[in-house]
């Protein structure tokens, strides 16, 4: 089975543009979670989906940020308009059911802004 | 609540143990070990629920005391392959919101 997948895995772009980061998480995952990781700030929990729908979004840091589930194979984080300080890497990640163990991380989306 | 992962960095030689603490100032429900090589994902060690549990991992355990509030990971004999950031996750209730420490990043040299 594939695992979670996220496009783009690069990102460079000029402040003021939009960013669109992509997830499909592992089939049959009922739970998909966004974290942004920075040196600073450490793996910072964004927002996370049951079902297809927003559980916790407490973690986006500002109207800037967006994310949607429209179904249960594809998720979306959207940055608008980006800023120097949103480059970090972002992972998205799955699990079947709620902590029946492993959390199955993507391979990350590095995002630059300058 | 961000848990507090100590100590921050770690440097040993092949064959030396390692405890990584994590403590939180809130109940705990669940807590979660990772290990994080440069350049990629995290990757799942060990969930350990709240009654006290220890669980191993071949020469990788974990404790978790829920009245402190606290969860150790024990690294023995270590290897070269040990070498990462490792991060605890925890969950307050029995929520799916999982928070992450800062991480403890381990060396092993030769």
């Known amino acids: 089975d594939a695992g979670v997948i996220q496009s783009p895995r690069h990102e460079v772009t000029e402040m003021g543009q939009e960013v669109t980061l992509r997830c499909k998480p592992i089939?049959?995952?009922?739970?998909l979670f966004w974290y942004r990781q920075t040196m600073m700030r450490g793996l910072e929990l964004l927002i996370y989906f049951n079902n297809n729908v927003p559980i916790d979004d407490s973690g986006m840091p500002e109207d800037r940020f967006s994310a949607k589930m429209p179904n249960a194979s594809f998720s979306t984080l959207k940055i608008q308009p980006s800023e120097p300080r949103d480059s970090a890497v972002y992972f998205c990640?799955?699990?079947?059911?709620?902590?029946?163990?492993?959390?199955?991380f993507g391979e990350g989306s590095r995002l630059t802004v300058l | 609540q961000q848990p507090v992962q100590s100590p921050q960095a770690v440097i040993l030689r092949e064959g030396e143990d390692a405890v990584i603490n994590c403590s939180s100032s809130?109940?705990?429900?669940?807590v979660h070990w990772y290990r994080q090589k440069h350049g990629e994902a995290p990757v799942f060690l060990m969930i350990?629920?709240?009654?006290?549990e220890q669980k191993g991992h071949e020469k990788i355990s974990a404790s978790f005391n829920e009245k402190k509030q606290q969860s150790s990971l024990y690294l023995t004999a270590s290897q070269l392959s040990y070498s990462g950031t490792y991060f605890c996750?925890?969950?307050?209730?029995?929520?799916?919101?999982?928070?992450f420490g800062q991480g403890t990043t381990l060396q092993v040299k030769p």
């Open positions: 089939s049959g995952h009922d739970y």
């Open positions: 350990l629920l709240k009654g006290g």
């Open positions: 809130k109940a705990l429900y669940s």
């Open positions: 996750g925890t969950e307050e209730g029995n929520t799916g919101k999982l928070i």
């Open positions: 990640a799955s699990i079947r059911t709620l902590f029946t163990g492993e959390l199955f």
